[in-house]
């Protein structure tokens, strides 16, 4: 389930009863803290901040120049699109995949909740390698695919397709609980109002889960556009066609070029933190109004 | 799974649409997740269980895995020990930068693994920041095992954390002070009341940082220079067979990898029955 | 606590029971391009067999493979190859430049310090389906192509900069026509890998594209391993002579004190028997009796050189693969 819940978010109810200076009783704080800071500051901050004065030596207009080059706008346009797609199609298949997994009970329903993280436990060069042999021109899905004229391996199709697979938990496991705690109640009384169940569904369900799909989404975007060992074998890396900008990253780097390296991983860097903050945002925000009623 | 309990009460009454949708979900996961784990046995057996277990024989193979194991051995207790200090202080204390630091805690979560590795390498790579004083001193990091652990370790990082915190604060601070004003001391409390109570999301987060440590491969890829046989994790040492002209061999390593992330799972499911709704 | 002691007991056996990291002697290191990955598995073998009998003790020859600019920097980076065989003599000239390699590295070893050469031909599927025979056939419109991207791999420079030297050729030097024709040529590639084996593995394995164009060497290798009835080789009318270029690492070495085995491995690339492994092995060399004996399994060809056309790497590099440069430029235009 770890996998969706994000950071400090209790599923099931935020322990309200902490007030201010209440936990000195508790022991370890400076233990504790100190530990975190240490390691936050030489595993996490100190790599981070060196990419950023790498990429902050080029100056100003040396960095936009290389962050807006045609060709990292258009692996900006590639993996944004990808991710965008990818994201798509989990959602609707996530969400379909929590709702089957709360509301239903099938055999194999055990089974099907421990896939769901495969593909998180699964390394992710293994998925590439798994999903390009099955979507290449002689795959299983590949050929009949290539005999109705859809090609996927080596297409930005192939790119959201890799994406897809390795993020699809994080939308799942993001709206498993907040579904949990969803029970039937309003939706019994949304019934005996003479609601359909369309109307229950969109008028009353969704509305509730709303913010921690969102929530789920954000964070399976950012793992999207973050996503390299699974895309860099499926996708073709054609530049300015196929080529995503973890890849362009990499490729600059292998050029020498370490400056232009760090001004694009800065953007990805920029991104990723934003996306977090967005997502850390809209899951306290669901969390406030998930029991509301 | 606290699942259970709401199971079919929200349920559509009809019976042909509930299949349908879970047909329908059955059908899209044996596509998308079922078929890329069965073409990893597929293509490891496609010639035979003894070419497989022959390729796993190969010395530089043999490495990669040793390799693996020993990067896990130690980042998971680093990444473990981390996890509960940075849990312990985020979910049982109220300070000024909490929110920050959680964020920083979390953002190796969505950072990608490309971003880490170019990271590191500006500061350990020998024109880095450090990359004078490591070469002066004769110390190896880059293209090495250490650049590899620390690597892996930022990728990594929060993965335990993340697990405990929604629990500790859950469980909120009430044992503890309890345990406190009772004169336990510090470490009493913590091995005698929270370790108990936090031992099965604990346990859990161990296994799925270990699932990640062990799959690592953008940010290893940039810090490992490809030593065959010497700092080629398994993962890397799958990608260099299947450009060895040996699909086979890189698709039996991969599928170790697979059997490893089935056991994984397997844990985590014993471990939500284990832990029942907590 | 005593958990905290099993973790710790549990690092330090883990570091306790390290394969030598910190190398024993009796090891060395080549670093050398993605491609030549068999060719090295039997020189090595050869050259540990030799030295064993010259000297009774051991040596384990350990290979890392990648684009030749990738090891460059790795090297660069603190990777301790203690000689490197490249694909590229710029490559080594960034080495030189930053005082790994000796300044003349070109003078310590015959030939220019570079042993074997190669060039860029083409792979096609069994029975040529497309007629493919020279350069002018790769712009069509029905045929696509498999190449590694020519910013990270040294094999696809040489590849790009074949066909440029064909379309200068083919049109006297009318840079529009010659742009255009590159331009089709880059139009026509199906998926761009990060290395020559990558696109050899695309090529091959997932069967994309029509026309693989990869070094003389991977296309024999490639129909040794996978049947020569499933490919052909076509060598076009003319094509760029790739030298492959080999130094030692004086820095490495130097400190390793491995300089003397190191010099003594290169030299044996240029023995009858190092060169025997080579022609094997589908290089072209340049011992007068082993490329006699071999003169069957190389089809003759009109090589030019990057100095010749393009006035030496320093001026192509800068004019052709630098950021927005030339190669950027023709990208972007598609």
Same mark, same amino acid.
């Given at each position: 389930m770890s996998v969706g819940g994000v950071g400090?978010?209790?599923?099931?109810?935020?322990?309200?009863?902490?007030?201010?200076?209440?936990?000195?009783?508790?022991?370890?704080?400076?233990?504790?803290?100190?530990?975190?800071?240490?390691?936050?500051?030489?595993?996490?901050?100190?790599?981070?901040?060196?990419?950023?004065?790498?990429?902050?030596?080029?100056?100003?207009?040396?960095?936009?120049?290389?962050?807006?080059?045609?060709?990292?706008?258009?692996?900006?346009?590639?993996?944004?699109?990808?991710?965008?797609?990818?994201?798509?199609?989990?959602?609707?298949?996530?969400?379909?995949?929590?709702?089957?997994?709360?509301?239903?009970?099938?055999?194999?329903?055990?089974?099907?909740?421990?896939?769901?993280?495969?593909?998180?436990?699964?390394?992710?060069?293994?998925?590439?390698?798994?999903?390009?042999?099955?979507?290449?021109?002689?795959?299983?899905?590949?050929?009949?695919?290539?005999?109705?004229?859809?090609?996927?391996?080596?297409?930005?199709?192939?790119i959201a397709l890799a994406m897809a697979f390795t993020s699809l938990p994080f939308i799942v496991r993001t709206l498993q609980p907040v579904m949990e705690e969803l029970d039937g109640e309003i939706e019994e009384a949304a019934r005996t109002l003479g609601a359909g169940n369309v109307t229950i569904f969109f008028r009353v369900v969704l509305p509730i889960l709303v913010p921690a799909l969102l929530a789920g989404v954000s964070l399976a975007f950012a793992r999207c556009l973050g996503e390299f060992g699974a895309v860099i074998f499926i996708a073709g890396n054609q530049p300015y066609n196929t080529e995503i900008t973890a890849l362009l990253a990499f490729i600059r780097i292998e050029e020498y070029d370490y400056p232009a390296a760090a001004a694009i991983a800065t953007v990805m860097l920029a991104t990723a933190f934003v996306l977090l903050v967005v997502t850390n945002a809209l899951q306290a925000y669901a969390r406030r109004h998930e029991l509301a009623p | 799974m606290s699942a259970a309990s709401h199971l079919s009460r929200g349920a559509p009454r009809s019976?042909?649409?509930?299949?349908?949708?879970?047909?329908?979900?059955?059908?899209?996961?044996?596509?998308?997740?079922?078929?890329? *784990?069965?073409?990893?046995?597929?293509?490891?057996?496609?010639?035979?269980?003894?070419?497989?277990?022959?390729?796993?024989?190969?010395?530089?193979?043999?490495?990669?895995?040793?390799?693996?194991?020993?990067?896990?051995?130690?980042? *998971?207790?680093?990444?473990?020990?981390?996890?509960?200090?940075?849990?312990?202080?985020?979910?049982?204390?109220?300070?000024?930068?909490?929110?920050?630091?959680?964020?920083?805690? @979390?953002?190796?979560?969505?950072?990608?693994?490309?971003?880490?590795?170019?990271?590191?390498?500006?500061?350990?790579?020998?024109?880095g920041l450090f990359g004078p004083f490591l070469e002066a001193h004769d110390l190896k990091i880059m293209f090495a095992l250490p650049g590899i652990i620390l690597a892996t370790t930022f990728v990594t990082a929060p993965? *335990?954390?993340?697990?405990?915190?929604?629990?500790?604060?859950?469980?909120?601070?009430?044992?503890? @002070?309890?345990?406190?004003?009772?004169?336990?001391h510090g470490w009493q409390t913590f091995f005698r009341v929270t370790l108990p109570n936090i031992r099965w999301g604990l346990l859990y987060g161990v296994v799925l940082c270990n699932a990640r440590v062990l799959g690592e491969f953008g940010a290893v890829s940039i810090v490992s220079g490809n030593i065959r046989g010497e700092t080629n994790t398994l993962p890397l040492h799958v990608e260099l067979l299947y450009h060895d002209y040996n699909a086979a061999g890189a698709f039996a390593a991969a599928a170790v990898l697979t059997l490893v992330a089935l056991v994984t799972l397997f844990v985590k499911t014993i471990l939500e029955r284990v832990t029942g709704s907590a | 606590m005593r958990r905290l002691s099993v973790v710790t007991a549990a690092v330090l056996f883990a570091l306790g029971g390290l394969p030598a990291f910190a190398e024993a002697p009796g090891t060395i290191l080549n670093a050398s391009y993605d491609v030549s990955r068999e060719l090295f598995v039997a020189i090595d073998k050869a050259y540990a067999q030799k030295y064993a009998e010259d000297t009774g003790k051991t040596l384990e020859i350990k290979q890392s493979h990648a684009g030749s600019s990738k090891q460059a920097r790795s090297?660069?980076?603190?990777?301790?190859?203690?000689?490197?065989?490249?694909?590229?003599?710029?490559?080594?000239?960034?080495?030189?430049?930053?005082?790994?390699?000796?300044?003349?590295?070109?003078?310590?070893?015959?030939?220019?310090?570079?042993?074997?050469?190669?060039?860029?031909?083409?792979?096609?599927?069994?029975?040529?389906?497309?007629?493919?025979?020279?350069?002018?056939?790769?712009?069509?419109?029905?045929?696509?192509?498999?190449?590694?991207?020519?910013?990270?791999?040294?094999?696809?420079?040489?590849?790009?900069?074949?066909?440029?030297?064909?379309?200068?050729?083919?049109?006297?030097?009318?840079?529009?026509?010659?742009?255009?024709?590159?331009?089709?040529?880059?139009?026509?590639?199906?998926?761009?890998?990060?290395?020559?084996?990558?696109?050899?593995?695309t090529f091959v394995e997932r069967e994309i594209g029509d026309v693989l164009i990869t070094f003389e060497t991977e296309t024999t290798g490639i129909r040794k391993e996978f049947g020569a009835d499933k490919f052909d080789t076509v060598v076009p009318s003319v094509s760029l002579l790739a030298d492959f270029p080999v130094a030692v690492v004086d820095k490495v070495a130097e400190k390793r004190g491995s300089k003397e085995i190191a010099t003594d491995y290169l030299n044996f690339l240029y023995s009858p028997e190092g060169q025997t492994i080579l022609a094997e092995n589908g290089n072209r060399v340049r011992d007068k009796a082993v490329a006699e004996t071999f003169a069957t399994s190389f089809k003759p060809v009109r090589l030019v050189t990057v100095e010749d056309v393009f006035g030496g790497w320093p001026a192509v590099n800068k004019a052709y693969f630098g950021s927005d440069g030339l190669l950027d430029q023709q990208l972007a235009g598609q």
């Open positions: 400090a978010l209790p599923r099931r109810r935020p322990s309200r009863t902490k007030g201010k200076g209440q936990g000195r009783v508790v022991p370890g704080f400076r233990l504790s803290l100190g530990l975190t800071l240490l390691y936050a500051a030489l595993i996490i901050c100190l790599p981070l901040a060196t990419l950023i004065v790498v990429g902050a030596r080029l100056g100003p207009a040396d960095y936009w120049a290389v962050v807006s080059s045609p060709r990292a706008v258009a692996s900006y346009r590639v993996t944004l699109g990808a991710a965008a797609l990818a994201t798509l199609f989990n959602t609707l298949y996530g969400f379909a995949l929590a709702w089957v997994l709360v509301r239903h009970d099938f055999p194999g329903r055990r089974v099907l909740d421990a896939i769901v993280d495969l593909p998180f436990a699964l390394p992710t060069a293994v998925a590439g390698v798994a999903l390009t042999a099955i979507f290449a021109k002689n795959g299983w899905f590949g050929e009949p695919l290539a005999a109705l004229g859809i090609k996927v391996a080596y297409t930005p199709i192939g | 019976g042909w649409s509930r299949f349908l949708l879970i047909g329908l979900v059955l059908l899209a996961t044996a596509f998308v997740i079922g078929a890329p *784990v069965a073409a990893v046995f597929v293509q490891a057996l496609s010639q035979g269980l003894g070419f497989a277990l022959q390729s796993l024989a190969d010395p530089d193979t043999r490495a990669a895995i040793w390799l693996s194991v020993i990067v896990a051995v130690v980042v *998971v207790p680093i990444n473990t020990v981390f996890g509960i200090a940075a849990a312990w202080a985020i979910a049982k204390f109220r300070f000024p930068g909490r929110k920050l630091l959680l964020a920083i805690v @979390e953002l190796p979560f969505s950072v990608s693994p490309i971003v880490a590795g170019i990271s590191y390498l500006f500061v350990y790579g020998g024109q993965f *335990v954390a993340r697990e405990l915190l929604p629990l500790m604060q859950l469980q909120g601070n009430g044992d503890e @002070e309890v345990a406190a004003t009772l004169g336990a | 090297i660069l980076e603190g990777l301790e190859a203690d000689v490197v065989t490249f694909n590229q003599a710029t490559d080594i000239q960034v080495l030189a430049d930053k005082g790994f390699v000796a300044a003349d590295w070109t003078a310590k070893f015959p030939n220019n310090a570079s042993p074997y050469y190669s060039l860029p031909v083409f792979l096609v599927r069994a029975g040529n389906p497309k007629g493919i025979k020279d350069w002018n056939d790769l712009v069509r419109d029905d045929v696509k192509l498999v190449f590694p991207n020519p910013k990270t791999s040294g094999n696809a420079r040489y590849t790009y900069l074949a066909a440029t030297a064909y379309a200068r050729e083919a049109f006297g030097n009318d840079e529009a026509k010659v742009n255009d024709f590159v331009k089709k040529f880059l139009a026509n590639v199906a998926v761009f890998d990060t290395g020559g084996r990558a696109a050899t593995t």
